[in-house]
């Protein structure tokens, strides 16, 4: 069998560090080839190197066994390799089919754009590859799974036959998965090659043939993924035994921290998305909130935070009704929030990693005086932050943040909110894009900060990490509490079906017995 | 790619504009000499031309006085773009810093060092309220600040003439401007015994650039106000007042330009003007803060080299050169910044070697 693309030797270095030390990559011809790696390990840079994005220090590149330089982008797509970024680069005011032309615009007559021919061809291969895409639908109206398949679709309308994935299931929920999982099998079948980088062990046994481990921009090894198993490969990427299970303790929940009454919120489009929602969380445990994506577990969120206007019903803290108050009075009564989205809520990607630190808390005593920030101890808070939550960078405190890999964007908005946190912990999708190492220790901190006596609000769309990490769980359906549980009285089913609204089950109240 | 980056482009980008003047200049057959012999003419008033005259103080000074209103105003243009703003209504903010000032300095009185220091307040507020409006609009009406700032530019063109003619008593022998302000409000010249106009206005320019620096980098506030520019959504996340942090930036944005009418009127002019046209010192802070990379020490020197070029320009005829080549040169300069991002994509691929921030 011939190697569709050969990567030797690749070098890549950054300013204060090397993100690709001499890693050499050969991917057979119509296999799916995995990039195994902690967070920043190098997986994105060598992607983007592949694909033109970045120019490599050293090393050299071949396509079909032919050395090639991959100057640009258009380079790449020359030669057949396509990628699907984390970040989709998508219009959203356009339809489908007029973002996938986008840059080869097909002519009609007279010079005209020629849509419905391209909405023909669109379709055609959307159901070569059961992809059920909608040429004539909006962007902005579909959802993101829709849109990574928009994405996928991008390559194949221009012939690629080399398709990069990086993390392309981190956004995804769990339904999306499986379906993304059957489509890459479909484009095996179909003669393709595909890279795939993700951290979630079990797709990398579920699909690929082989995978590559990278370490700290080093190469470990090239496996046969049908001769080993998760545990063997996590241990290979962190370089050392990995917990899978959870250890967790009896919580001791007290008082009632954060208390909904009746809540009432709409989402963007004036519809009510949260309807009747009540809720208590206590200080001392983790409540989990289940629920498949788009349920209002966003529009919840938003509520609580102060970031959404609240239509009717209260919100209390400690017993103060903070309904209406303002997003950062509510920080100051000691609520933290972990966002949804990193890049829109969480980071100042243009700041430097350090000023990201002190988003909330840059007025705080601690970090001025008299209007002015004190960098001194700016500095050395981002310095503890950094080696205590293990965010990896080129140049630490002062990278800029766009420059760090996603999983330690995603560590540093974790490590300040949990350090910030006071009294209550709003967690959404914690461990998205991170590292199986790195979830392990996130999960640990979240189980000690429940034991320090904070209210912890879970909001994931994996029901593993629900059920590992939560005391009691809820489940929104349709924006109505539909199941409130006990952890230790349920199982998946029972939530599974809470969550499609087949069941209806309120039995977790705080003056039950667990 | 910050910092370094931006110095390197500013000086790729002032060389390739100089080239461009000498090469305009040699292809209409004059002597591309001629144009460095007036650059350093109008620096230190040495003419290459004639070794053995000494150094004339008047064309440095003459030099620095040109730089003054370009550096305030180009101080207003990187406020803005530092917290993610676009002010081009340099201009009208700069015509009324200059009439509110005039108000002052004819109907206020008060002492010498008191007079100009409130004619400067004036001028300030002015400005100020003048970069306010589009700062509301922008913030709860989300009108883009540059539509707004340019309609703004003209009425304040109409405004200050309309309020010149109306409320300040008029020159007889002009017509068309005020009489001459009180001896106590006028700013006065530091000219070293020359005929120079410089003045104490430079004093003014200092401080505020001390004060664009201190509260851009060092501050909370400055903080709050680049979050706010850099990512709306995350501020608002960190609980920031963005809506009060657009309008406090276009606030204090206008204000720039309107101490540097203030400074103008009230060390140049002397008396109340109605303006035939745009001065161009707002759109000139454009260029100088661009090419000054928005940030203090940079808009020093591109305002340094900004107000060199002015002047050569009025110098250059003196040596049988256009003095369009100067405004040329200008442009060029401006050019190249502006399309940094071909440098910085040439560099990427020139130089494989290096990793750069993308
Ligand atoms: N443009 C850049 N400038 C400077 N440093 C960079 C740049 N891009 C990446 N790096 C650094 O190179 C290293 C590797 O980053 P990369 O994005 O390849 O990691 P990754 O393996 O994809 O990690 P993750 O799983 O978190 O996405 C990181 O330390 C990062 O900070
Ligand atoms: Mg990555």
């Known amino acids: 069998m011939s190697y569709a693309i050969e990567m030797l030797n690749i070098t890549k270095v950054f300013p204060g560090i090397k993100a690709n030390d001499n890693i050499t990559l050969r991917v057979k011809e119509n296999s799916i080839h995995a990039l195994l790696g902690e967070n920043g390990a190098g997986k994105s840079t060598l992607m983007s190197i592949l694909f033109g994005l970045y120019q490599p220090t050293s090393g050299v590149i071949k396509v079909n066994g032919k050395e090639v330089s991959i100057t640009d982008p258009n380079v790449a797509n020359d030669l057949g390799i396509g990628m699907v970024h984390q970040h989709f680069k998508l219009i959203e005011s356009f339809t489908v089919t007029e973002n996938i032309i986008l840059g080869l615009e097909p002519k009609g007559k007279f010079g005209t754009l020629d849509i419905k021919s391209a909405a023909k061809k669109v379709k055609e291969i959307s159901e070569l590859y059961g992809l059920e895409v909608d040429p004539y639908a909006k962007i902005d109206s579909i959802s993101v799974g829709m849109q990574q398949r928009v994405e996928i679709l991008k390559m194949l309308y221009r012939n690629n036959n080399i398709l990069i994935f990086d993390e392309p299931t981190a956004v995804l929920t769990p339904q999306e998965i499986q379906d993304l999982m059957k489509i890459m099998k479909n484009l095996i079948k179909e003669g393709k090659t595909i890279l795939l980088i993700t951290h979630k062990l079990k797709e990398i046994k579920e699909v690929a043939d082989e995978c590559t481990v990278i370490r700290k921009g080093v190469g470990i090894a090239t496996i046969d993924v049908s001769k080993t198993n998760e545990k063997e490969m996590a241990e290979m990427m962190v370089g050392r035994a990995v917990n899978f299970n959870i250890d967790k303790n009896e919580c001791d929940p007290k008082d009632v921290v954060l208390s909904i009454k009746n809540l009432f919120v709409k989402n963007f489009k004036g519809l009510n998305a949260v309807k009747d929602f009540s809720l208590d969380v206590r200080a001392g445990e ?20 102060g970031m959404t206007k609240i239509e009717s019903g209260n919100v209390y803290l ?197 | ?83 993610g703003l676009f002010n081009i209504g340099g201009e009208g903010q700069y015509m009324l810093g200059c009439t509110a000032a005039a108000y002052v300095a004819l109907f206020v009185k008060a002492p010498f060092p008191l007079h100009p220091i409130l004619c400067i307040l004036a001028g300030l ?69 020359t005929s120079s106009q410089f003045n104490y206005g430079i004093i003014v320019v200092v401080i505020a650039l001390v004060i ?20 709306f959504e995350a501020a608002r996340y960190a609980g920031m007042k963005t809506k009060f942090n657009i309008c406090s930036s276009m606030f204090i944005s206008g204000a720039f330009s309107g101490i540097a009418g203030a400074v103008t009127i009230l060390g140049v002019y002397h008396y109340g003007r109605t303006f035939q046209g745009f001065d161009g010192y707002g759109f000139d802070g454009i260029s100088v803060a661009l090419v000054g990379a928005s940030n203090g020490i940079g808009i020093l020197f591109s305002g340094l080299l900004f107000g060199l070029l002015k002047t050569t320009s009025n110098n250059l005829q003196l040596f049988n050169i256009p003095k369009e080549v100067g405004e040329l040169i200008q442009g060029a300069i401006i050019f190249v910044v502006a399309a940094q991002y071909i440098i910085i994509y040439l560099e990427e691929k020139l130089s494989k070697k290096k990793g750069e921030f993308k």
């Open chain 2, 212 to 231: 664009f620096h201190v509260v851009i980098e060092k501050t909370t506030f400055g903080y709050s106000l680049r979050a706010t520019g850099l990512n």
């Open chain 2, 1 to 83: 790619m910050k910092k370094v980056n931006a110095l390197k482009i500013s000086l790729i980008a002032v060389v390739f504009g100089l080239l461009t003047g000498f090469l305009i200049i040699a292809v209409t057959n004059r002597n591309p000499y001629n144009l460095v012999v007036a650059l350093v003419r109008s620096m230190a008033g040495f003419n290459l031309l004639k070794p053995d005259k000494p150094i004339n103080v008047l064309y440095i000074l003459n030099w620095f006085l040109e730089t003054m209103p370009i550096i305030l105003t180009g101080l207003s243009v990187a406020f803005a773009f530092r917290t």
């Open chain 1, 286 to 305: 983790i409540v989990g909130l289940a629920g498949i994506d788009g349920n209002g577990q966003s529009e919840l969120v938003y509520a609580l935070t």
């Open chain 1, 318 to 514: 400690k017993g103060e009704d903070i309904t209406k108050y303002s997003i950062i009075d509510r920080f100051k009564k000691g609520m933290s929030h972990i966002p949804e989205d990193r890049h829109k809520h969480g980071l100042v990607l243009d700041f430097e990693l350090r000023e990201n630190f002190v988003l909330h808390s840059y007025n705080n005593k601690e970090f001025s005086s008299t209007g002015f920030i004190k960098y001194d101890k700016v500095n050395s808070y981002a310095e503890k932050l950094i080696s205590e939550f293990d965010v990896r960078s080129g140049k630490g405190k002062d990278s800029l943040t766009r420059s760090m890999s996603g999983g330690n964007q995603q560590k540093a908005i974790i490590a300040r909110e949990i350090s910030e946190a006071k009294e209550l912990l709003i967690i959404v999708q914690p461990t998205r894009g991170l590292d199986v190492g790195a979830i392990e220790y996130i999960h640990s901190r979240i189980l000690k900060e429940r034991d320090n006596g904070k209210a912890i609000l879970l909001v994931s769309l994996e029901l593993d990490e629900i059920m590992g990490l939560s005391d009691r769980i809820a489940v929104i359906h349709n924006g109505e509490i539909s199941g409130l549980v006990y952890r230790k009285n349920t199982d998946e089913n029972e939530i599974g079906l809470m969550m499609s609204g087949s069941l209806h089950k309120v039995g977790g109240e705080i003056n039950e017995k667990g």
């Open chain 2, 125 to 193: 507020i002015a400005g100020g309220i003048w970069g306010f409006i589009p700062g509301i609009l922008k913030a709860f009406k989300n009108i883009h600040e540059v539509v707004v700032c340019i309609m703004l530019n003209y009425i304040a063109w109409y405004l200050t003439s309309w309020f010149v003619r109306a409320y300040l008593p008029i020159n007889p022998n002009t017509g068309s401007s005020s009489i001459n302000f009180p001896e106590s409000a006028i700013i006065p010249t530091l000219n070293f015994g």
